[in-house]
Structures are given as structure tokens and as C-alpha cells.
T-cell receptor, first 113, second 112 residues
């Protein structure tokens, strides 16, 4: 089954404690992205990757890092989380084919206290 | 720059009534347009998409949308609402498949 898998689904952490949210896709997609969803703001792109070792900032990259060492994995790293990063995070993957859509993971609800 | 506007953050309809969720976009190039649905505690599921070709697009669960270039709109409709349609709906525009611009979402409530 084609899917994007994120872990963990829920995470509560304290300010300043480094964390990583993992994302893996099994569709051999070139593109992967991270979005955050906040009430009234919809989804906003944090970072994206067009291929292995190729990453770039999205619209709200401050406070986040990513890496793309393997095609299937695209972890999101918060080196020093702050309460304003409390949000619902989604990983997405898509093909280079412009006629296709993005596939989303189930989401990670992060609370920073 | 691309943008998406969804009119109405909350929409309520009676079961069996027409569902109309509005989406307007701006794009400097011919856009690719999408509607996604999000059920509680779940990810985003594609309802339908417009890339090229026929401007009336049919999706899953009886939904459809029409791309109207002159009105820069891509409204989502369903002739008869069902209780299971209660969810949040997102319109999105994309020029490249690695970047989507989402609207702020419309939460649909279906009244018995």
C-alpha cells in the first residue's frame, strides 16, 4: 500500500529539548515536504526536498531543520523547540510528474510546554 | 505569487442539501488545483484535482468541482450532503508538485 508514515503521532515535550519527527514514503517519490497546520491559517510549508541531499526553505522555516540522506526518508528536526512550534505537522511526498498529487502522512501533533 | 482564498471558515448544511464550498485562487501560470478533505485526527485525503483537460472534475464520495479560469475559481460541490461528509476541506494550488499553497480551510457541519 502506498503510504507516507510519520512518527510519532503525538508528542509532548519541553522547551529547548531537541526532537526529531520521522517521515518515510514507499512510493519512490522525488519530492518531499513538511507542513504545519494551525487553526485559521491552513497548512504552511516549512521545508521541501527535490531529491537526496537537495533541500530548501518553504514559507515558515525558522526554528526547523531537515535532511534528506535517503530518498524515502525526510526527518524534521527541532533543535530547540519553543511553545510557538506547538502545531500539527504533516509530511508529504509527490512525484515529479506534474499531473500527480501530493500524498500526506497522518500527522504529528506536537505540544511544546 | 500564488494564493488561495476559501470563503467561509464554517459552513453548515442540512443532510440531503447541496454542499457548496468556495475557493478562489491567484496564479501567474496555469494552475494545478486540488481539494483535500481532513477527517478528525487524520491526514489529508485527496478529493479531486484539476491539472489539464476537462474543467469539470469528479472526485470521490460524490464531490465535484469546476475550474473557471475567467472567475479564478474552483468551487467544490456535492448535490446531497451526508452526515459522513462532516470534515474540514482544504483547497490548494500548485505550480510545482513540491509546493502547495493551501487555503485556510472550511469546516463543514452536516445537520440531521
Amino acid at each position: 500500500e502506498a503510504q507516507v508514515t510519520q512518527n510519532p503521532r503525538y508528542l509532548i515535550t519541553v522547551t529547548g529539548k531537541k526532537l526529531t519527527v520521522t517521515c518515510s514514503q514507499n512510493m519512490n517519490h522525488e519530492y518531499m515536504s513538511w507542513y504545519r497546520q494551525d487553526p485559521g491559517l491552513g497548512l504552511r510549508q516549512i521545508y521541501y526536498s527535490m531529491n537526496v541531499e537537495v533541500t530548501d526553505k518553504g514559507d515558515v522555516p525558522e526554528g526547523y531543520k531537515v535532511s534528506r540522506k535517503e530518498k524515502r526518508n525526510f526527518p524534521l528536526i527541532l533543535e530547540s523547540p519553543s511553545p510557538n512550534q506547538t502545531s500539527l505537522y504533516f509530511c508529504a511526498s509527490s512525484s515529479r510528474d506534474s499531473n500527480t498529487e501530493a500524498f500526506f502522512g497522518q500527522g504529528t501533533r506536537l505540544t511544546v510546554v | 505569487a500564488q494564493s488561495v482564498t476559501q470563503l467561509g471558515s464554517h459552513v453548515s448544511v442540512s443532510e440531503g442539501a447541496l454542499v457548496l464550498l468556495r475557493c478562489n485562487y491567484s496564479s501567474s501560470v496555469p494552475p494545478y488545483l486540488f481539494w483535500y478533505v481532513q477527517y478528525p485526527n487524520q491526514g489529508l485525503q485527496l478529493l479531486l484535482k484539476y491539472t489539464t483537460g476537462a474543467t469539470l472534475v469528479k472526485g470521490i464520495n460524490g464531490f465535484e468541482a469546476e475550474f473557471k479560469k475567467s472567475e479564478t475559481s474552483f468551487h467544490l460541490t456535492k448535490p446531497s450532503a451526508h452526515m459522513s461528509d462532516a470534515a474540514e476541506y482544504f483547497c490548494a494550488v500548485s505550480e510545482r508538485t513540491y509546493k502547495y499553497i493551501f487555503g485556510t480551510g472550511t469546516r463543514l457541519k452536516v445537520l440531521a
